[in-house]
C-alpha cells in the first residue's frame, strides 16, 4: 500500500533523484570512473520484509556503511557493496598500488571516509531543498552476509511499517554493484510529509 499521493511521490522522487546523482558524481569522482544509477525506487514494507528480495545483492556476503540522520525527521541510511568489491574500490580511493591484501588494515577507515561523503551528498540535497538542517552521527561499519546486513537496516526501530528509498549503482571499471538505501520509521515519515507538502505547496 502506497500512501502518497501522486504529487507527493513525484516531489519525493524529484528530491532523492536530486540527491542520488549527487551521491553518484561525489562517488565518481574518488574512484574515477563512471556511475550507473538505476531507477530509484521509493517502497513501503513491513520491517519483517527488509530483506535480500528488497536488494538484488541475493545471498552474497556485503559491507555497509550507515549514518542516522535527524531533525525534523529521522532516517537511517546506508551504502552497501559487495564484498568482493570493497578492497578495490579501497585501492582507487587510495590511489595506492598496494595488493588488495595489504589493503585490509586500511578497509574499515577508507570506506566510513567514502560512506561519510556519498551519504552526506545524497541527504544535503533534501536539506536544502527543505530548508531545513539535519544532523548525522559518525559513520559505522559493518560486513557480514545478506541477511545479518540488512537486518541493521530497521534494527532499534520498533515499527510495523517503514518507507525504503533505494537505488542501485554500479561502478563500470569494477564491475562492482552498490545499493544506497534509506530507511525511515512510520514516525518519520509523517513528519517528512510535512516538508514534502510545503515544497510542493512553493511552485
Known amino acids: 500500500m502506497n500512501p502518497l499521493s501522486e504529487m507527493q511521490l513525484d516531489a519525493l522522487m524529484e ?15 574518488i574512484v574515477s570512473d563512471e556511475i550507473a544509477l538505476s531507477v530509484p525506487q521509493i ?32 532516517i537511517k541510511a546506508s551504502l552497501l557493496f559487495n564484498e568482493n568489491n570493497t578492497l578495490s574500490i579501497v585501492r582507487d580511493m587510495m590511489k595506492s598500488q598496494l595488493d588488495l ?5 586500511f578497509e574499515e577507515e577508507a570506506m566510513c571516509e567514502l560512506g561519510n561523503i556519498i551519504l ?3 541527504m544535503s540535497a533534501m536539506s536544502a531543498m527543505f530548508d531545513i538542517t539535519l ?3 559518525l559513520p559505522s561499519y559493518s560486513i557480514g552476509n545478506s541477511e545479518e546486513v540488512l537486518g541493521l537496516l530497521c534494527a532499534n ?19 562492482a554493484r552498490g545499493s544506497l538505501i534509506f530507511v525511515l520509521s512510520s514516525h518519520s515519515f509523517h513528519n517528512l510529509l510535512v516538508h514534502v507538502d510545503q515544497y510542493i505547496a512553493s511552485f
Open 120 to 122: 552526506n551528498a545524497c
Open 15 to 29: 528530491i532523492f533523484n536530486i540527491g542520488a546523482g549527487r551521491a553518484a558524481a561525489s562517488l565518481s569522482q
Open 43 to 74: 517502497k513501503f514494507v513491513p520491517a519483517s520484509e527488509i530483506n535480500t528480495a528488497l536488494i538484488s545483492f541475493g545471498s552474497k556476503p556485503l559491507t555497509m556503511v550507515e549514518q542516522t540522520f535527524s531533525g525534523p525527521y529521522e
Open 135 to 137: 544532523n548525522s552521527t
Open 101 to 105: 591484501e595489504d589493503l585490509v588494515e
Open 157 to 175: 526501530m520498533d515499527q510495523p511499517m517503514m518507507m525504503v528509498m533505494h537505488v542501485d549503482l554500479a561502478i563500470q571499471k569494477h564491475e
